[in-house]
């Protein structure tokens, strides 16, 4: 019994401790804006980190970032836009030159997009709110501002 509680210790001492910084999801208190932020978060891994990594970062001069891109932060619009439609051609963002094509994500559902966009603008200091599928639905209709 003495040696199981050594290692029980040893292990809880050296396994990795999550913080809130780690966990971005623990400052959403709107129940409805966290079940689709949960679910976005997921999509976003799966389809999105990749590049953009998933905390958000990028990938040094080739993908912008999304954590604190005043790109990103200036239109949910145009971010709903580029995740169906991709996106070619020069940008800045946080005064850095990106010129890399984002591919387009035509499978992803109004719902999906919606479930992503949730996640994305309430981490990172954000407090958008849910953005419903009505909304992307109207977003993907026009065609934003580059």
């Avoid at 129940?31 to 990749?50: L, Q, S």
């Avoid at 890399?100 to 709110?129: F, R």
């Amino acid at each position: 019994m003495r040696k199981f509680l050594i290692i029980l210790l040893f292990a809880s001492a050296c396994s990795p401790k999550s913080t809130n910084e780690d966990n971005v999801l623990v400052h959403i208190e709107d129940p409805e804006v966290m079940k689709y932020a949960v679910d976005g978060k997921t999509i976003y891994e799966n389809h999105c980190g990749n590049c953009h990594q998933n905390d958000g970062t990028g990938v040094g001069n080739l993908i912008p970032p999304l954590r604190d891109a005043d790109y990103f932060q200036a239109s949910v619009h145009r971010t709903v836009w580029i995740m169906k439609h991709g996106l070619e051609g020069e940008i800045t963002v946080n005064g850095q030159i990106y010129n890399q094509p984002m591919p387009a994500n035509p499978k992803l559902t109004p719902l999906e997009i919606a479930q992503i966009s949730t996640y994305l603008y309430n981490i990172w200091g954000m407090n958008e709110g849910k953005i419903t599928s009505k909304e992307v639905e109207n977003y993907l209709q026009q065609k934003p501002d580059f």
